[in-house]
């Protein structure tokens, strides 16, 4: 584990913020080192020299995500969306089947399993999703923290739910992986986007499958998804990637060349400390609120706050040099790694007036 003066100079020598940005439920901010990554990848195509390093930085985020997950990098599909992913384990399920999801739940976790329209998509509040599942329940589809308010689902009351009823489950970290600990060995399948708490550019999402990929068919494999992608180039793939691979979609290798180096920060830093780091600071904010009088959405242990009927603001915060963001007419601050304590007392003033 890092320690405090170790965590603050990695995080210095990486962030030059030129505003108060507590927005990284929208997108975290770009390392020094990605930047740096990002250029030399765009060089590399410029003076058109081999690409093989690229190629390597796939496997490099492939590994890292991994390792943030708890899984062996086999059962993890690199591809560009959650909303892609989402379609892959929709395409995948019988007609009729019963999926449970969670009321206002992000788009890209729901709407693939909506466009089937031979589904039952059934919505319940987050906090019944456990006792909602049901005998007939086929998968459970869920964000692990809420993209609008930051409210965390209880995982593991839904995973012992799930299975007391033979249901499959699907988890969406995107709003929490980086920042809270992850098991998606504990869940069916798993996926996160990179360009929000994992600090890479847009562009690049993982999926977790089980060892013996749950059922899924490759229904938007293309060549990076054989075994020897370089001999999987022209008519239908003859052998698909033993591995999660097999779910790849074409990689955009300027972000995973970034992405790479975002990944090792996370990694350098440790999950834990960024979890303490950008918990406490939620938890400043929140006290905050409390002395002027404002309740957030009630979300413990969350790095992201939403104060109802504050969302006016955010266009006046913005001119103001502090970023935020306007969630169905509720302010949402989401606390990372480059944020200090100066930055919640800033909003907090900034509210005051």
Same mark, same amino acid.
């Given at each position: 584990m890092e320690t405090t003066e170790t965590f603050e100079s990695?995080?210095? #020598?990486?962030?030059?913020?030129?505003?108060?940005?507590l927005n990284t439920a929208s997108?975290?901010?770009?390392?020094? $080192? =990605? %930047?740096? #990554?990002?250029?030399e990848a765009a060089v590399l195509r410029a003076e058109g020299r081999p690409l093989t390093s690229l190629y390597e930085d796939v496997e490099a985020c492939r590994a890292g995500y991994a390792?943030?997950?708890? %899984?062996?990098?086999? $059962? %993890?599909?690199?591809? +560009?969306s959650v909303a892609a992913h989402s379609g892959v384990?929709?395409?995948?399920?019988?007609?009729?089947?019963?999926?449970?999801?969670?009321?206002?739940?992000?788009?890209s976790v729901l709407n693939p399993f909506? /466009?089937?329209?031979?589904?039952?998509?059934? +919505?319940v509040p987050l906090e019944r999703l456990a006792e909602s599942v049901r005998p007939g329940t086929a998968l459970v589809a869920v964000s692990a923290a809420q993209s609008a308010d930051g409210r965390i689902a209880d995982l593991p009351a839904l995973r012992e739910a799930a299975r007391a009823h033979g249901a499959r489950t699907y988890v969406?970290? *995107?709003? =929490?992986?980086?920042?809270?600990?992850?098991?998606?060995? #504990?869940?069916?399948?798993?996926?996160?986007? *990179?360009?929000?708490?994992?600090?890479g550019p847009h562009g690049a999402a993982f999926l977790v499958v089980p060892e013996d990929f749950g059922g899924l068919t490759p229904v938007l494999a293309g060549w990076v998804a054989g075994e020897e992608p370089w001999d999987s180039c022209y008519g239908p793939v003859a052998e698909l990637a033993h591995s999660a691979r097999r779910f790849d979609l074409t990689h955009a290798l300027f972000t995973f060349a970034g992405l790479r180096r975002s990944l090792d920060l996370i990694e350098e830093l440790g999950v834990a400390a960024v979890? #303490?780091?950008? /918990?406490g600071l939620a938890d400043r904010f929140r006290a905050g609120l409390a002395a002027l009088g404002h309740e957030p959405v009630p979300a413990p242990g969350s790095a992201i706050v939403s104060v109802p009927g504050l969302g006016?603001?955010?266009?006046?915060?913005?001119?103001?040099?502090?970023?935020? *963001?306007? $969630?169905?007419?509720?302010?949402?601050?989401?606390?990372?790694?480059?944020?200090?304590?100066?930055? %919640?007392?800033?909003l907090l003033d900034a509210l005051t007036g």
């Amino acid at each position: 584990m890092e320690t405090t003066e170790t965590f603050e100079s990695l995080v210095r #020598a990486e962030f030059t913020p030129k505003s108060t940005y507590l927005n990284t439920a929208s997108n975290g901010l770009l390392p020094a $080192r =990605t %930047v740096a #990554a990002l250029h030399e990848a765009a060089v590399l195509r410029a003076e058109g020299r081999p690409l093989t390093s690229l190629y390597e930085d796939v496997e490099a985020c492939r590994a890292g995500y991994a390792r943030l997950a708890g %899984v062996p990098a086999t $059962r %993890v599909a690199a591809g +560009a969306s959650v909303a892609a992913h989402s379609g892959v384990i929709a395409a995948s399920l019988p007609a009729g089947a019963e999926v449970l999801t969670a009321e206002d739940d992000f788009t890209s976790v729901l709407n693939p399993f909506h /466009v089937r329209g031979d589904l039952k998509v059934r +919505a319940v509040p987050l906090e019944r999703l456990a006792e909602s599942v049901r005998p007939g329940t086929a998968l459970v589809a869920v964000s692990a923290a809420q993209s609008a308010d930051g409210r965390i689902a209880d995982l593991p009351a839904l995973r012992e739910a799930a299975r007391a009823h033979g249901a499959r489950t699907y988890v969406d970290f *995107s709003q =929490t992986a980086g920042w809270l600990p992850m098991d998606a060995d #504990a869940y069916d399948f798993t996926a996160s986007v *990179s360009f929000k708490w994992l600090l890479g550019p847009h562009g690049a999402a993982f999926l977790v499958v089980p060892e013996d990929f749950g059922g899924l068919t490759p229904v938007l494999a293309g060549w990076v998804a054989g075994e020897e992608p370089w001999d999987s180039c022209y008519g239908p793939v003859a052998e698909l990637a033993h591995s999660a691979r097999r779910f790849d979609l074409t990689h955009a290798l300027f972000t995973f060349a970034g992405l790479r180096r975002s990944l090792d920060l996370i990694e350098e830093l440790g999950v834990a400390a960024v979890h #303490a780091h950008d /918990v406490g600071l939620a938890d400043r904010f929140r006290a905050g609120l409390a002395a002027l009088g404002h309740e957030p959405v009630p979300a413990p242990g969350s790095a992201i706050v939403s104060v109802p009927g504050l969302g006016g603001r955010q266009p006046d915060l913005s001119r103001a040099g502090i970023e935020v *963001s306007n $969630r169905a007419g509720n302010l949402r601050a989401a606390f990372h790694l480059f944020n200090t304590p100066a930055d %919640v007392d800033h909003l907090l003033d900034a509210l005051t007036g």
